[in-house]
């Protein structure tokens, strides 16, 4: 599994079953949120080589599905 400075829940079942894994699972799912929206409050980050080519990947992607909306709202508001 990729490190980030969140928790790691040990499975996916895991994950979903406990406390601890429910909080772990809720703190990856901000960390991504965060990422995909590049807002990045600094409180974590990706820890290890995976993670950040995962992270900058997932940036890479929102600039792209960001452009692509933005280019069919203008065709969209030219017709």
Same mark, same amino acid.
């Given at each position: &599994? ?12 895991? $994950?979903?079953?406990?406390? @601890? #894994? ?5 703190? !990856? ?10 807002? #990045? ?9 995976? $993670? +950040?080519? !995962?992270? $900058?990947? @997932?940036?890479? !992607? ?5 452009? !692509? ?6 065709? +969209?508001? @030219? &017709?």
């Amino acid at each position: &599994m990729f490190a980030t400075s969140a928790a790691q829940p040990a499975s996916v079942t895991a $994950a979903l079953t406990t406390p @601890e #894994g429910q909080a772990a699972f809720y703190k !990856l799912v901000s960390f991504s949120y965060i990422t995909f929206l590049t807002i #990045g409050y600094g409180n974590i980050g990706p820890v290890g080589w995976g $993670a +950040r080519i !995962l992270v $900058a990947l @997932e940036v890479y !992607l929102s600039v792209i599905l960001s452009g !692509l909306v933005l280019y069919a709202l203008i065709k +969209r508001s @030219e &017709m």
